[in-house]
């Protein structure tokens, strides 16, 4: 597996599942020719930067950047990706719920489909057998159906977190909090493609959500809108160069 990737981790207050998540992306990505792991802390008030502290002395492809407030998912995962060195990028969530063994299978997917979908820049993880409330479950799925509907962006699971894709078109979509929601959708509008690869889903062993549903609705509504008006005002064309006579 000849592999050069970062991985971007944002977290929050994840301070009982850092370890065992790094330890678990490490050994995903053993095989790999080189790759850096970039967890992005937003400003967590609990002990996460002592154990972070310590990982950094032992695990030398971690890097740490804390945000000096709290800003939210989109903005760790943007810090994370602006920071990365390499060209393909790999984002999880930080509560233990995405399965690092994923990786490498999406990472081998689109760069295996790119030699026959130029445009293809995203692969998309779908979890299977989600391990959620049955309240979680019903409001995902609605939400899933509602934007489907109204964005046309053909991916099933767009909450998911784990995501393989080109790094430079990432910096090219335009940014919005809570834009992570609607990365597909974005990725469609500049005439990229995207396509959805089933992944492992698990329970969420330590640690609380930071979500609840109220508050992931009214953003949801309201973001939702605002991509639709950037799908609108969208202008793609092909473009050719013309070549000086010889």
């Known amino acids: 597996m000849f592999v050069k990737l970062s991985i ?9 599942n850092i370890l065992l998540l790094l330890n678990e992306i490490t050994q995903a990505m053993q095989d790999a020719e080189a790759y850096e792991i970039i967890f992005v802390d937003d400003a967590s008030t609990d002990n996460s930067a002592q154990v972070f502290a310590e ?19 989109s903005r760790a995962v943007y810090t994370g990706v602006k920071a990365a060195r390499y060209a393909t990028i790999a984002t999880l969530d930080g509560d233990g719920q995405n399965d690092p063994a994923d990786i490498p299978r999406l990472y081998q997917t689109l760069i295996a489909k790119q030699s ?20 979680r479950l019903f ?5 899933n159906t509602v934007r489907a509907s109204l964005l046309g962006d053909n991916t099933p699971d767009t909450g998911c977190g784990l995501k393989v894709f080109v790094r430079d078109l990432f910096l090219s979509l335009p940014y919005f909090d809570h834009m992570h929601r609607f990365l597909p959708a974005l990725v469609l509008r500049t005439g990229g493609q995207v396509i959805s690869e089933p992944v492992n889903h698990r329970s969420r062993v330590k640690g609380q959500s930071k979500y609840g ?28 160069e013309i070549k000086r006579d010889e």
């Open 8 to 16: 971007v981790v944002p977290v929050f207050n994840e301070a009982d």
């Open 55 to 73: 990982a950094l002395h032992e695990i030398p492809t971690l890097r740490v950047l804390k945000h000096s407030r709290t800003s939210g998912q």
């Open 139 to 143: 409001s995902s799925k609605f939400a």
């Open 213 to 240: 549903t109220l508050d992931r609705l009214s953003a949801g509504i309201i973001d939702l809108f605002g991509v639709m008006w950037l799908q609108r005002r969208a202008r793609r064309t092909d473009v050719t």
């Open 116 to 135: 026959l979908e130029p445009n293809l820049v995203m692969v998309a993880g779908w979890r299977q057998h989600r391990h959620d409330s049955a309240w």
